[in-house]
Every structure is written in structure tokens, then in C-alpha cells.
């Protein structure tokens, strides 16, 4: 099992930025992916950026060239670094890897962006 405990969510102002953080309980090297979703009101989870074991990235359309995910092995987390925010993207942003064919989630961390 993987628990992960997501922090660095807030209110911040339309161009800026934010960076969360996604602490695992267990080695995030034994995990084949770790990525950050999304979920707006009103609107499904979708996927925001994921991270490979072979650190291979891959974003969404609507954050390419503004968010950047990254993995520190030693300390067992995964960070999202949001430049050039913009009000579409308030959601409740979540963590997740994939361990053993298993997903696992963390609780969520309310990001918000005034205009």
C-alpha cells in the first residue's frame, strides 16, 4: 500500500504561482507512476501531469508550459510547480500512484485563482 498526504494548496491571483507537494509513505522509486489530477465543481477528475519510473513527463494540453511535475527520491515526493495561473485552474488537485497495477490517492488540496 502507498499512502500519500498532498500539501501547498491556497488562494492565490490570476499569473501566480503555487507549488504543491505529495509526501508517500513508501519509496516513490517502487511505484511505476505518480501524477496530479484535478477536479473542478460540476466536472470529472481529470488528469493534470503524470511522471514515469524513467522520469518520461507528460502534462495536459491546458498546463504545457506552465506546470511542471517533479519526483525527489530520497524524499519521497512528487511536486507540482504551477507558474501563470489562471482562474480555470480552481479545483481540488490530487496525488496519485500507481504501485503493484494498484492506484492510490491522496485526500486532495484546494487550489483557487481570483481573477
Known amino acids: 500500500q502507498v499512502q500519500l498526504v498532498e500539501s501547498g494548496g491556497g488562494l492565490v491571483q490570476a499569473g501566480g504561482s503555487l507549488r504543491l507537494s505529495c509526501a508517500a509513505s513508501?519509496?516513490?522509486?517502487?511505484?511505476?507512476?505518480e501524477g496530479w489530477y484535478r477536479q473542478a465543481p460540476g466536472k470529472q477528475r481529470e488528469l493534470v501531469a503524470v511522471?514515469?519510473?524513467?522520469?518520461?513527463?507528460n502534462y495536459a494540453d491546458s498546463v504545457k508550459g506552465r506546470f511542471t511535475i517533479s519526483r525527489d527520491i530520497p524524499k519521497n515526493t512528487v511536486y507540482l510547480q504551477m507558474n501563470s495561473l489562471k482562474p480555470e485552474d480552481t479545483a481540488v488537485y490530487y496525488c496519485q500512484a500507481r504501485f503493484l497495477g494498484n492506484d492510490y490517492w491522496g485526500q486532495g488540496t484546494q487550489v483557487t485563482v481570483s481573477s
Open positions: 513508501r519509496s516513490i522509486d517502487s511505484c511505476n507512476t
Open positions: 511522471i514515469t519510473s524513467v522520469s518520461d513527463r
